[in-house]
């Protein structure tokens, strides 16, 4: 069974490009969430996706957007790449939106960033 | 807005040396409660959690009490190994969607 995968792993970009990211979630999961974690950080939540639609989103510029598909697969894409954009991007599924009592999340290993 | 401190590492134990890696959360409500370990070059990984006040999460050894009073989920293993090092996250969920999380703490374990 695999679990939740994201590409590509590692990438770099220049300053004011496009970034698109890919993930699958784990199979039987519907809802995507993806996090930034700054080096040296905590993962930051961005936004969530479920019914291909946002749901929730964190404290992150539009330059920040996403999209699910019919297959719950998810990109997400940064316009106009800051320095400050260079981090580990997670995706995590669960099987729908979680609930307080903490439907088990699973994340994937990430891709890293660099702006340069 | 809800937030969660960790103690600032990084952390260098023996081992079997004993671990505690302490947790404080800002809620409103009663959120879950969970921590999270991401080994070098992994993602991030459930370890334990709770749901409640009181409730005790453990999992491979490592154990942590919700406790609402202090508003805490410290992380603890009696007997730590060369394997647990890693970084530590706590983290707590509340209503729907979204993790917030700790800072992380760094543990190395020396042989």
């Known amino acids: 069974d695999a679990g939740v995968t994201q590409s590509p792993t590692h990438l770099i970009k220049t300053r004011g490009q496009q970034v698109t990211l890919r993930c699958s979630p784990k199979s039987g999961h519907d809802t995507v969430s993806w996090y930034q974690q700054a080096l040296g950080q905590g993962p930051q939540f961005i936004f969530q996706y479920y019914e291909e639609e946002e749901r929730q989103r964190g404290n992150f510029p539009d330059r920040f957007s996403g999209h699910q598909f019919p297959n719950y697969s998810s990109e997400l894409n940064v316009n106009a790449l800051l320095l400050g954009d260079s981090a580990l991007y997670l995706c995590?599924?669960?099987?729908?939106?979680?609930?307080?009592?903490?439907?088990?999340?699973?994340f994937g290993e990430g891709s890293w960033l660099t702006v340069v | 807005g809800d937030s969660v401190t960790q103690m600032e590492g990084p952390v260098t134990l023996s081992e079997e040396a004993f671990l505690t890696i302490n947790c404080t959360y800002t809620?409103?409500?009663?959120?879950?409660l969970f921590w999270y370990v991401q080994y070098p070059g992994e993602g991030l990984q459930l370890l334990l959690k709770a749901t409640k006040a009181d409730d005790k999460g453990s999992n491979k050894g490592f154990e942590a009490t919700y406790r609402k009073e202090t508003t805490s989920f410290h992380l603890e293993k009696g007997s730590v190994q060369v394997s647990d090092s890693a970084v530590y996250f706590c983290a707590l969920i509340q209503g729907a969607q979204k993790l917030v999380f700790g800072q992380g703490t760094r543990l190395t374990i020396n042989p």
């Open positions: 809620a409103t409500g009663y959120p879950s």
């Open positions: 995590a599924s669960s099987l729908g939106m979680v609930s307080r009592y903490g439907n088990t999340i699973y």
